[in-house]
């Protein structure tokens, strides 16, 4: 039962366009969300969060946005560069509500690829 | 170095050894988190470390998983008996603050296990 899904394994962009990452989630419990990138053989690095109370963060080149009602994300990345390549993971936590608000629930990834 | 260490970075076994995987955290971070990501999934919790409290659990997949972690810094997680399935990348993480709403998780590079 997959709690967080990100259902497009890959997408290619051309640089200088936008990228558009999407995530859906089921449990309606979760109040916090997070983007994390990886590298190659290398670990998942935090990226931008978005807690339940907002419907958007902004950091630099990268945006979240937060639809509570169709339970679903999106992390944008404006303008796209080829360093952007890397798998970017959704995950979720009950961040605010108590419980498991350590515990992140995570996407299976999508694979950006970002062409010069 | 400043960030997450594990050890080690790859290891092949025959089915049925144990193995150890080591995590050293960021000097100072009270939270401590092993999670693996199997081929194609997206990263499964295993098990939480918060200073001296009882650790989460309730991610091991069996009883043949088994993690300590001594002195609050250095974590171990152990298997025993491996099988194929075992077959993954582990990752530990370590963070300032266990709520995944103020503190986010900073991961290591992982120990990629591979059971022949």
């Known amino acids: 039962d997959q709690q967080v899904k990100q259902n497009s394994p890959s997408l290619s962009v051309q640089e200088g366009r936008i990228s558009i990452l999407n995530c859906d989630y089921t449990?309606?419990?979760?109040?916090?969300f997070l983007w994390y990138k990886k590298y190659p053989a290398e670990g998942p690095t935090f990226l931008i969060s978005?807690?339940?109370?907002?419907d958007k963060n902004e950091d630099g080149r990268f945006t979240v946005f937060l639809n509570k009602s169709a339970k679903h994300l999106s992390l944008h990345i404006v303008p796209s560069q080829p360093g952007d390549s890397a798998v970017y993971f959704c995950a979720a936590s009950q961040g605010r509500r108590g419980g498991s608000n350590y515990k992140l629930t995570f996407g299976k990834g999508t694979l950006l690829t970002v062409n010069p | 170095g400043a960030g997450v260490s594990q050890s080690p970075s790859n290891k092949v076994t025959e089915k049925g050894k144990d193995v150890e995987l080591r995590c050293d955290p960021i000097?100072?971070?009270?939270?401590l988190y092993w999670y693996r990501q199997s081929l194609g999934q997206g990263l499964e919790f295993l098990i939480y470390f918060q200073g001296n409290s009882a650790p989460d659990k309730s991610g091991l997949p069996s009883d043949r998983f088994s993690a300590e972690r001594t002195g609050g810094s250095v974590s171990t997680l152990t298997i025993q008996r491996t099988q194929q399935e075992d077959s993954a990348v582990y990752l530990c993480a370590s963070s300032l603050n266990y709520r995944t709403n103020t503190g986010e998780l900073f991961f290591g590079e992982g120990s990629r296990l591979t059971v022949l």
């Open positions: 000097s100072g971070h009270t939270a």
């Open positions: 449990n309606s419990m979760f109040d916090y």
């Open positions: 978005i807690s339940s109370i907002k």
